[in-house]
T-cell receptor
Framework: GQNIDQPTEMTATEGAIVQINCTYQ??????LFWYQQHAGEAPTFLSY????GLEEKGRFSSFLSRSKGYSYLLLKELQMKDSASYLC??????????FGAGTTVTVRA | IAGITQAPTSQILAAGRRMTLRCTQD?????MYWYRQDLGLGLRLIHY???????GKGEVPDGYSVSRANTDDFPLTLASAVPSQTSVYFC?????????????FGPGTRLTVL
């Protein structure tokens, strides 16, 4: 099974940078995903890491260290629309996803 | 392109009643999934199907059943609803179970069991 931990809440100012950490323990690692979920909506895909290192997609970057069971999602140049919940999910060797409880990010003007 | 749809959007159900939540995707994805999302617990996998004709149990399968008669549809049935099944239910699909393919989520069904 999986044990996935991420902070419950984070607050940052518009234009700033926020880093959301995710640690996990897994019986068979097969990829890590980050999703964004606005209140009352479905999760949407942000990033995928399966090898160690940094993946950059515009204002969002995600990092993975498999040996440490650690990932982070970096949100740069924060905008008000980035206020949402961010979900870390780990895929196991049977291709099933396990999700963390999510980190609620509040962006203030 | 509709993507993935769910019905109903929301439902209030008396305990003990039978209920089927519908999920349909038009992306010809092989794999489909059902999750429930509860405050503070995140998304938890109920059942999944890696391809039409096969299903598997997730983390919280008790009280739920699924079928996958064809590629497009993946209904979730609560045989006899209980209040602890009050939750938001998300259906998801992916092209195939592995690789970089992400899961695409439907809009969700908000279910209240009284």
């Amino acid at each position: 099974g999986q044990n996935i931990d991420q902070p419950t809440e984070m607050t940052a100012t518009e234009g700033a940078i926020v880093q959301i950490n995710c640690t996990y323990q897994t019986s068979g690692f097969n990829g890590l995903f980050w999703y964004q979920q606005h209140a009352g909506e479905a999760p949407t895909f942000l990033s995928y890491n399966v090898l160690d290192g940094l993946e950059e997609k515009g204002r969002f970057s995600s990092f993975l260290s498999r040996s440490k069971g650690y990932s982070y999602l970096l949100l740069k140049e924060l905008q008000m629309k980035d206020s949402a919940s961010y979900l870390c999910a780990v895929r196991d060797k049977d291709y099933k996803l396990s999700f963390g409880a999510g980190t609620t990010v509040t962006v203030r003007a | 392109i509709a993507g993935i749809t769910q019905a109903p959007t929301s439902q209030i159900l008396a305990a003990g009643r039978r209920m089927t939540l519908r999920c349909t995707q038009d992306m010809r994805h092989n794999a489909m999934y059902w999750y429930r999302q509860d405050l503070g617990l995140g998304l938890r996998l109920i059942h999944y199907s890696n391809t039409a004709g096969t299903t598997g149990k997730g983390e919280v399968p008790d009280g739920y059943s699924v079928s996958r008669a064809n590629t497009d549809d993946f209904p979730l049935t609560l045989a006899s609803a209980v209040p602890s099944q009050t939750s938001v239910y998300f259906c998801a699909s992916s092209l195939k179970p592995g690789g970089p393919d992400t899961q695409y989520f439907g809009p969700g069904t908000r279910l209240t069991v009284l």
